[in-house]
């Protein structure tokens, strides 16, 4: 069962109707329940197995929280640590081979998510940042929590208790971010994944204007998949009682590397800086530029594999890491220029952009890339043959659909537009005011989920297109 | 104010170069403009600097807001002297 299936929205409404009417402490284990149910719809043995080393870090939460008390068996949190890092990578590793290994076997489903999940709760403990767990339910739901087992968001454990027991919100409030993100995906991401794939399927026989196409409409694709499968995760969890944490601000408006990371895939990136850049960072603070050069470059390559252990994501993450380290040594330098010289705030925030949106779009080439040596393809060829490329052109609108094209483009503009304005947030302060005001705001909000609906009924015949984030 | 949030203040302007950034127990990093993961190290160097303390990863790790670190300080110091 995906996000996408109509199976889903009929899924959650029982849930959320169950939810409403179990007593208050008994909602956890209804999550549990519904989070395994729908883990079982992709894979029984994934089940079991996630099961086994969610019951296998409760364990260990507790011997760390003793540990931390008394100050004895210090070799708990890192054999924990150690245990749960070779779990996820053995599956990463078993994937690169032909027949899966392990992983054709036994795939456990959002691995990269429950991994970190687990990750955070043993550091926390063994930080003193919360008590361990007491009840085994909670844990579980927790881990398994189904809204995010798919692509994230990656919620920190302590958020995640801090709602419990769960007191589901309005439903108003859930549905509209629930419609929004499947327009997202299924309007605007699906359109534009056709000339997608079919600039990065026919690389080395284009140049020109369609490669310029593939390089600027995948990061927009990537967006709008991406943003609208954390949208349906988050409006779903709110059903429940459970706000997850919020995965992008706007990253397209981001006038530094730094700003970008600080707006995309945020759970993933702050989860990093927590756990992986600020030890190392901390270990390697009397290192000067070395250390922190050092530190970065760790952080973005783990950034890159954690998506999986393949060379252009290894190329996405190194790229990344030299784009971050330039930032951050010249980040002092460059502010107290700018600080003197305020008439140039206006063209330096415009070229901070303009620059930011370019090396942002290039890491994305390797990362859509099946190879390195496709990345290269399409970043040295976007110039050759320029002017001789206009068939190649068409041949891609043609084989993509200029329909198709001009629906994703045009809803792409919609989404940014609607992001930098955000209706919805005037609409709820409207439909605090007159009735009439009122009533009229609801239908709108119902237009948009009649839409959402027809939207996936339509889909539903169609060929499943997966999400980008739900291979993690 | 108090020697040691004027002290603690007075990197807090330097890290963040804000000259009017003034110290509060529940400042967090939300509140100041460029307090990312990159700059809270600097931080966290320049009060060790400061004090002459150091911190662990484990006690920079649980911080919530510039009042735990200046507890964190209190009790550094209250320890060393």
Not at chain 1, 212 to 239: H, K, N
Not at chain 1, 346 to 368: K, Q
């Amino acid at each position: 069962m995906s996000f996408t299936d109509f199976s889903f929205l009929v899924f959650i409404a029982a849930i959320a109707i169950l939810c409403r009417l179990c007593p208050r402490q008994s909602r956890s284990l209804l999550l549990l329940g519904a989070s395994y149910l729908f883990y079982l719809t992709w894979s029984a043995r994934g089940a079991v197995l996630l099961a086994v080393v969610t019951g296998l870090t409760f364990a260990a939460g507790m011997g760390i929280e003793r540990a931390r008390k008394s100050q004895t068996h210090a070799w708990l949190t890192p054999l924990a640590i150690i245990l749960l890092a070779g779990y996820l990578l053995a599956f990463k590793i078993a994937l690169l081979g032909p027949s899966r290994g392990i992983a054709g076997l036994v795939m456990p489903l959002g691995i990269s998510y429950t991994t970190f999940k687990l990750i955070s709760y043993v550091l926390d403990v063994h930080w003193g940042k919360m008590d361990a767990s007491m009840r085994l339910a909670d844990f579980a739901a927790y881990v398994a929590f189904f809204p995010q087992i798919l692509a994230g968001p990656i919620q920190r454990p302590g958020d995640y208790f801090s709602q419990l027991p769960p007191v589901p919100a309005r439903t108003a409030d859930a549905l509209p971010r629930i419609a929004w993100g499947l327009v997202k995906k299924l309007l605007i991401a699906d359109n534009l994944a056709p000339a997608v794939n079919y600039v990065y399927a026919h690389l080395t026989a284009l140049h020109g204007a369609p490669l310029w196409v593939g390089f600027y409409l995948f990061p927009l694709q990537m967006y709008a998949d991406f943003s609208g499968l954390t949208d349906i995760a988050i409006g779903t969890g709110r059903l429940f009682g459970i706000t997850g944490p919020e995965n992008f601000n706007r990253p397209f408006t981001a006038t530094s590397i730094g700003d970008f990371w600080r707006r995309w895939h945020m759970s993933l990136t702050n989860w990093l800086a927590d756990y992986v850049f600020m030890p190392l960072r901390m270990a390697t603070r009397t290192a000067g530029n070395l250390g922190l050069a050092f530190s970065i470059s760790v952080n973005m390559i783990a950034i890159g594999l954690w998506h999986g252990l393949t060379w252009s994501y290894l190329a996405f993450g190194v790229v990344h890491s030299l784009y971050l380290t330039v930032d951050a040594f010249t980040s002092r330098a460059r502010a107290k220029f700018f600080k003197r010289r305020r008439k140039w705030d206006s063209a330096a925030s415009w070229m901070g952009w303009l620059l930011t949106f370019h090396l942002v779009t290039i890491g994305l080439v390797f990362f859509r890339a099946a190879h390195i040596s496709d990345a290269l393809w399409l970043l040295g060829h976007l110039f050759s043959g320029l002017g001789a490329s206009g068939a190649l052109f068409w041949a891609l609108v043609e084989s993509a659909g200029a329909r198709t094209l001009a629906i994703g483009l045009a809803g792409y503009a919609v989404l940014e537009l609607g992001e930098r304005y955000r209706p919805d947030l005037w609409l709820g302060r409207i439909s605090q005011g007159q009735r009439g005001v009122r009533w009229s705001v609801w239908g709108g909000v119902t237009v948009l989920l009649i839409f959402a609906l027809a939207l996936l009924l339509a889909h539903s015949g169609t060929p499943r297109s997966p999400f980008l984030y739900e291979i993690y | 104010m108090s020697d040691i949030v004027e002290r603690m203040q007075a990197v807090f302007r330097d890290v963040f170069d804000d000259e009017g950034l003034v110290l509060r127990d529940d400042l967090t990093a939300a509140d100041v403009e460029n307090w990312d993961s990159l700059t809270h190290i600097n931080l966290i160097v320049g009060i060790e600097r400061e004090f002459k303390v150091k911190f662990t990863t484990a006690e920079v790790g649980s911080l919530h807001n510039a009042g735990d670190l200046k507890a964190l300080v209190q009790k550094k110091l209250g320890a060393s002297g």
